[in-house]
């Protein structure tokens, strides 16, 4: 069951303010390629956890994939090590299992190289367009919907009461496009699934980020603590105030976008001032190229037909202005002061 309101507020009145960014180590294109056993890279991982910590961020937003379960002894050894060093630098994670954003057709194995230049060109669905849609309409095989199932119980069965996590986001913004308002059938059987397990930490899915009124609206009846995502500094405040009617804590779980205001200037006072948990996107400009803008996808398959593929140990592009991220691989910032903002406000 969801909890009651009175729940959810003494949870969250237990936290500090929640800061933090959503994570993927720069030596990864996507969630794939930072589990698995072949290109997981601790060392990475490692240092630039402790750069989050060091900014004085005490949370992190990381994504799974369901595809990561074929091999559940392997999922559950690395996750365990980024969790232990997430305790080792006072962090406590959000898990999400699926995703509707980018890419839609996910597979194991070497991952593709990162698109010169383009945002998240290698990014992957979880579980993608196509089971999402044979799920709505029915046709999808019960081994692939069991599998689904498997997935998200057996790893929340698996932490359920482990206090290094602090929540689970259960599925990223649905009915994004391409995947559309079918993710809803798919929705209401994770909210299902997650319930059933109940673990001891909050259940999650956002409502400003998902796309459709009754996605939206399955997201606020369920949601023991109310997430939603902004990137547009004209509608930060505007959420934040529509949301916290709602009773529940407000967590934003992601932000910060260089070229639509909200900046960390812009964006924490604003947070701090409502007590709302705020977590940017993106650490360490890498794979992802996530420092590159949203309309850089609008080039994906032209530079795809023309093999604009970076080649490993290259050095990355940069934009004259960053989308996301805050460092680069060498640990230098992209803006000093943004970076002695950060630490102020955020300061112990």
Known sequence: MTWDINQSNSWYEKQAWLVGCNFIPSSAINQLEMFQEETFDEETIEREI???RDLGFNSLRIYLHD??????????????????ICVSHEIKPILVFFDDCHRAY??????????????NSGW?????????????????????????RMFVQEVMDEYKDDDRILMWDIYNEPGQFPVGER????????????????????????LDGSVGSEIIKYNQEKSDIITFHQYESDKLLESIVRLKKLGRPVICTEYM??????TFEFSLPIFRENMVGC??????????????PWSSVQQLQKLKKEKVFLEDHEDLPEPEIWFHDIFRKDGSAFNEDEVAFIKKILER
Not at 106 to 119: A, D, E, F, M, S
Not at 279 to 284: F, R
């Open 67 to 84: 595809l990561l379960w074929n091999d559940r002894d392997s999922l559950k050894h690395h996750l365990n090590i980024v969790l232990n």
């Open 279 to 292: 977590y940017n996107w993106g650490l360490v400009a890498g794979k992802s190229q996530t420092h590159f």
């Open 50 to 52: 402790a750069i989050a």
């Open 257 to 262: 976008a260089r070229e639509l205001g909200t």
């Open 124 to 148: 992957k669905q979880s579980p993608g367009l196509l089971i999402v849609h044979e799920i709505f309409d029915n046709t999808v095989k019960k081994h692939e919907l069991e599998r689904l």
């Open 106 to 119: 996910p597979k194991l194995g070497i991952q593709p190289k990162p698109v010169r230049g383009v945002h």
């Open 183 to 206: 993710s809803l059938t798919l929705l209401k059987h994770t909210w299902a699934w997650a319930q059933e397990v109940r673990p001891s930490q909050p259940l999650t899915s956002c």
